[in-house]
């Protein structure tokens, strides 16, 4: 019998925890401290931070392979802590390792997982996957002779055989050259729009971006902002003018703009300083001109609307290190 809970949420989190125990003599290592999140079903959301931030560890207790040490969560309207086994008939996994027989081709792992899932006619269910995937061409060649690219497809179509509810992808473009980043962007989509959930772990913030109707930034074990792309970053309010500075100059550079009409705030940023303003264009002759009565001569001043680095910066202090990925033109 599963404890399903009857809802509009495929996920649902509260208070999640998970502790580690310190070696000898160290205190207990707390890589999610306290999350709460909910995941409409038929949506694409992102799970957006560093690494080492928690994702990872999340996504392996949602998926019944870590214990959560507190908290509680469903997955698919089931208990996670207390059925599992049937969370796991109700979901697809395709975490960061990729780990698929180079000895096989790609129509002999699926037709073998569909046996393992007991699906009626592997064979169909299998060239029913290789052309969603786009890899029908490929199909009968040994998986040793895939690119990176094909392999994280193809590692996509094994956690759809038995047509799961959720689909869970961890960092699922790391390590992709661009075109094949592109490529896992557009069999996400397909899937989604056939209706599966997709909950999605990345660091790259033009993935976050184009893929996630909504989206959490986490960080050091903590969601710090929750939304839709456009809402956040719309939250900000301000447009940035990054400022080129040496870094002995950010002190006296900040004071200098304290007066600035319509400043918002001012932070560091890996060229010098980001200034959110309310008019950025036309605030850059006062900045020059504060900063020229200041003795400092900036560099090269670049001025943008808010990104999703932006929100990341403005919740934590920092930028998150990995950013946007360089895609092909």
């Known amino acids: ?23 000898r003599g160290q ?8 999350i709460d999140l909910g995941v409409r079903r038929g949506e694409v959301f992102g799970f957006l931070g560093p690494n080492g931030a928690g994702k990872t560890t999340t996504v392996r207790m949602l998926c ?23 969370v796991r008939r109700r979901i697809g996994v395709a975490l960061q390792e990729v ?8 129509r002999e792992l699926l037709e073998l997982q569909c046996g393992l899932y007991r699906i009626a006619d592997p064979a169909a269910r299998s060239a029913e996957l290789l052309r969603l995937v786009g890899l029908e061409d490929a199909a009968d060649r040994l998986i040793g002779t895939y690119s990176g690219g094909m392999k994280r497809r193809l590692d996509l179509a094994t956690a759809l055989v038995h047509e799961p509810q959720v689909l869970f992808l961890d960092e699922p473009t790391t390590g992709l ?3 094949s ?16 959930t997709v909950f999605l772990t990345t660091q790259y913030l033009e993935e976050a ?5 909504r989206l ?16 956040l970053k719309s939250e900000l309010g301000s447009d940035v003018l990054t400022i080129g500075l040496d870094p002995v100059e950010h002190d006296r550079a900040r004071d200098a703009l304290l007066t600035l009409a319509g400043l918002d705030h001012v932070t560091d940023a890996a060229e010098g300083l980001a200034v959110y303003v309310d008019d950025a264009a036309g605030a850059v002759a006062d900045v020059v001109r504060l900063l020229g009565d200041a003795g400092i001569r900036p560099g090269a001043i670049a001025l943008s609307r808010p990104s999703l680095d932006d929100v990341f910066l403005a919740s934590t202090g920092r930028r998150i290190e990995g950013g946007v990925p360089e895609m092909a033109s």
């Not at 971006?209 to 109707?213: F, G, K, P, R, T």
Request: proline share 5%; aromatic share 2%.
């Open 177 to 179: 050259d661009p075109a």
């Open 216 to 231: 959490a930034i986490i960080d050091d074990g903590t969601i710090v902002a929750q939304g839709t792309p456009d809402e």
């Open 1 to 23: 019998m599963t404890s399903e809970a009857p809802t509009d949420l495929a996920i649902e989190v509260r208070g999640l925890v998970k502790r580690y125990r310190g070696g």
């Open 64 to 86: 019944t392979l870590l214990p959560i040490t507190e908290g509680h969560a469903t997955v698919a309207g089931v208990d996670v802590g207390r059925d599992p086994a049937e």
């Open 99 to 106: 780990g698929l027989d180079a000895r096989q081709s790609g």
């Open 181 to 196: 980043r592109l490529t896992v962007w557009q069999e996400v989509r397909r899937i989604n729009a056939l209706g599966t």
């Open 27 to 34: 205190d207990e290592l707390s890589a999610v401290r306290g």
């Open 209 to 213: 971006d184009q893929l996630c109707d």
